[in-house]
């Protein structure tokens, strides 16, 4: 169908992809499509409110906290088969790069200090920054970048579904230039039922 050769996620990498994401292990040459099995994914605004809910079970992500001023740290604290959390720590300046999420839809909280995130559409880009207790919501196909701007170390909460498989990341010109995948790296979670009891709508039934 198409010709792989024209195609910008054709390229070699260009850039070394340490620290590129929480998980990525390779680089992938194409995106893979939606599985059969997949089950269906969750609204935004259902993520934002798992994200928020698991924000307040502060024995649940606090003892996993950490910063490195090398590179942000990332924990996956919970895996379902429709979505995953990750804790991420950052330090002053510690940035993701322009990237989406694959087909995946994303929620996170900010759980200490403050983020940036910086979203690259076709008119440009917008920033907005997000204090400890805000959440931002992402649609699956949006662009974006989350930074750490300030001197204090900050701490957040991202849930995606389904788990993230891809990401692809960008130039500033909105043009792609590698996919990684992401590792299915076992989570603290992986119960079912744990999942569902720290869901927070399920703490309101
Ligand atoms: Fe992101």
């Known amino acids: 169908m198409s010709t792989p050769a024209a195609s910008p996620l054709s390229r070699p990498a260009r850039l070394p992809i340490d620290d590129r994401s929480p998980a990525a292990r390779r680089v992938s040459l194409a995106r893979p499509g939606p599985r059969p099995t997949d089950p269906p994914v969750l609204p935004v605004g259902v993520l934002a409110d798992i994200a928020l809910g698991l924000a307040r079970a502060t024995e649940l ?9 090398l590179s942000r740290t990332s924990v996956r604290l919970v895996a379902t088969e429709s979505y995953e959390v990750w804790l991420l720590g950052w330090t002053q300046g510690q940035r993701v790069e322009f990237h989406d999420h694959g ?16 979203t690259l559409g ?4 917008t920033s907005k920054r997000l204090t400890s207790g805000r959440v931002g919501t992402v649609a699956a196909g949006t662009v974006h970048d989350v930074i750490n701007p300030t001197a204090v170390v900050a701490t957040s909460l991202h849930v995606y ?38 869901h927070p709508s399920r703490a309101r039934a």
Request: charged share 15%; aromatic share 8%.
């Open 61 to 69: 992500w606090q003892p996993h906290v950490s910063h490195d001023p």
């Open 122 to 125: 076709v008119a440009g880009t």
């Open 161 to 198: 579904s389904n788990p993230l498989r891809t990401m692809t990341y960008y130039d500033g010109q909105g043009r792609p230039t590698y996919t990684e995948l992401v590792e299915q790296v076992p989570a603290l979670v992986t119960s079912p039922t744990q999942a569902r009891a720290l």
């Open 103 to 118: 087909g995946s839809n994303a929620a996170f909280a900010v759980l200490e200090g403050e983020l940036q995130e910086i």
